[in-house]
C-alpha cells in the first residue's frame, strides 16, 4: 500500500503565503506523477498543480504565478509554495501521486487525507 500523508495546512490572512507538503510512504517501486488538488463544501475536487518524475509543472490558471509545485524524489515528498493567498484559496488541499507498487503492476492513483487551507479577507 502506498500512504500519503500532507500537511501544513493552516489559517493566513490575504496576501500571505503557506507551503503544504506531502509525505509519500510505504510499499512502491516508482512514482510517477505527484500533484495537488482542493476542495471546497459542494464542490467537486478541483485540479490544482501537477509536477512529473521529470519535473515538469503545470498550473491551474486560477494560480499560475502565486503558487509554485516542488518535489523531492530522494525523500518522496511534494511541496506546494503557495503566495498572494486570496480568500477563493480556501479549501481542503489533498496530494496525489501515481505510483505503482511494483515493477509489473499498474499505476495508480492514491490521495493524502487533506489538509485545511483558511485565507482570511
Known amino acids: 500500500q502506498v500512504q500519503l500523508v500532507d500537511s501544513g495546512g493552516g489559517l493566513v490572512q490575504a496576501g500571505e503565503s503557506l507551503t503544504l507538503s506531502c509525505a509519500a510512504s510505504?510499499?512502491?517501486?516508482?512514482?510517477?506523477?505527484m500533484a495537488w488538488y482542493r476542495q471546497t463544501p459542494g464542490k467537486q475536487r478541483e485540479f490544482v498543480a501537477i509536477i512529473t518524475s521529470g519535473r515538469t509543472t503545470r498550473y491551474a490558471d486560477s494560480v499560475k504565478g502565486r503558487f509554485t509545485i516542488s518535489r523531492d524524489n530522494a525523500k518522496n515528498m511534494v511541496y506546494l509554495q503557495m503566495n498572494s493567498l486570496k480568500p477563493e484559496d480556501t479549501a481542503v488541499y489533498y496530494c496525489n501521486a501515481v505510483a505503482k507498487r511494483t515493477y509489473v503492476s499498474d499505476y495508480l492513483n492514491y490521495w493524502g487525507q487533506g489538509t485545511r487551507v483558511t485565507v482570511s479577507s
Open positions: 510505504g510499499s512502491f517501486v516508482s512514482i510517477n506523477a
